[in-house]
């Protein structure tokens, strides 16, 4: 960490598999970096309050809410955004499952699957529901959410 002169300090941070110096104060909110300093907008800014789960990113594979992470104790530490999961085909899921409206609680929730996905593929319906309570959708049904994270943890068991 470079201490640039006034109380702001250069450091790197490991987002999407890439190194991106970037320039924070030690109260820059996780969320607040990554859109403002390195463009990268799927973590929505809501309630910026712990609430909504619209600025989920995963770090080292933990969903965690942006808003309520600094940069600074994310240094050195693996951070995955949306745009991170390109590869993926749980957006698609998601669309074939009609999970998504206005989509501005996609992001969260997409990154909240996969982690879950990664950890316990073999989910039953209710650790499924208590794993999504951490993130808030204003329009979409969440039957259609779950469904779509069901569908997406029984392609990675094979069981469909
Ligand atoms: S914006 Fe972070 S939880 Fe709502
Ligand atoms: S799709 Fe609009 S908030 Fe969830």
């Known amino acids: 960490m470079i201490k640039n002169g006034s109380s702001k300090s250069v450091v790197k941070l490991h987002v999407n598999g890439d190194s991106h110096e970037v320039t924070i104060r030690?109260?820059?909110?996780?969320?607040?970096?990554?859109?403002?300093?390195?463009?990268?907008?799927?973590?929505?800014?809501?309630?910026?309050?712990?609430?909504?789960?619209?600025?989920?990113?995963?770090?080292?594979?933990?969903?965690?809410?942006?808003?309520?992470s600094l940069a600074i104790e994310s240094?050195?530490?693996?951070?995955?955004?949306?745009?991170?999961?390109?590869?993926?085909?749980?957006q698609e899921t998601?669309?074939?499952?009609?999970?998504?409206?206005?989509?501005?609680?996609?992001?969260?929730?997409?990154?909240?699957?996969?982690?879950?996905?990664?950890?316990?593929?073999?989910?039953?319906?209710e650790v499924i529901e208590e794993w999504m309570q951490s993130n808030l959708c204003r329009c979409t049904g969440y039957q259609e959410i779950k469904e779509a994270v069901k569908t997406v943890l029984q392609a990675k068991t094979n069981k469909i």
């Not at 990268?40 to 309520?68: F, Q, V, W």
């Open 26 to 68: 030690s109260a820059d909110t996780l969320l607040l970096t990554l859109r403002e300093q390195l463009g990268l907008n799927g973590a929505k800014r809501a309630c910026e309050n712990g609430d909504c789960g619209a600025c989920t990113i995963l770090i080292n594979g933990e969903p965690m809410h942006s808003c309520l």
């Open 75 to 90: 240094i050195n530490q693996p951070i995955t955004t949306i745009e991170g999961l390109k590869a993926s085909n749980i």
């Open 94 to 125: 998601f669309v074939e499952k009609w999970a998504i409206q206005c989509g501005y609680c996609t992001p969260g929730f997409i990154l909240n699957c996969h982690a879950l996905a990664e950890t316990e593929p073999n989910a039953t319906d």
